[in-house]
């Protein structure tokens, strides 16, 4: 389960956000998780949770938003939505795609008292 690394390289993050500007508190978290990311977003709720205990983080609600892959199609040269790492373009159904997002696992947004 990657999540939970994951999960403790947040809290680490939040953690030096909240010494820097002198926070005791984060109430939400917003992530940003791509479809292509391999991240389990039940997975990621059950890691953060366990991550966050006896930090400033903990009890925080945690918030995802999923972020669509998008690739850049060389043949029709458009943006596209795709499913999956080996998809073809929507629109012309070439393969000479390359991808702009949907891997990304970022914080968006932290909510403090």
């Given at each position: 389960m990657h999540e939970l690394s994951l999960c403790q390289n947040i809290i680490?993050?939040?953690e030096q956000q909240c010494k820097q500007h002198n926070v005791n508190k984060v109430t939400d978290?917003?992530?940003e998780v791509g479809a292509l990311s391999c991240i389990e977003p039940s997975a990621?709720?059950?890691g953060f949770e366990m991550a966050a205990q006896g930090t400033?983080?903990?009890?925080?609600?945690?918030?995802l938003i999923s972020i669509p892959a998008?690739?850049?199609c060389w043949d029709c040269k458009q943006l596209v939505e795709i499913q999956a790492n080996n998809s073809t373009c929507p629109?012309?159904?070439?393969?000479h795609l390359q991808?702009?997002?949907g891997d990304e696992l970022r914080i968006k947004e932290i909510a403090v008292e």
């Open positions: 680490e993050i939040v978290l917003w992530l990621l709720e059950f400033s983080a903990e009890n925080c609600k945690l918030h998008k690739a850049w629109h012309c159904g070439s393969a991808r702009q997002s």
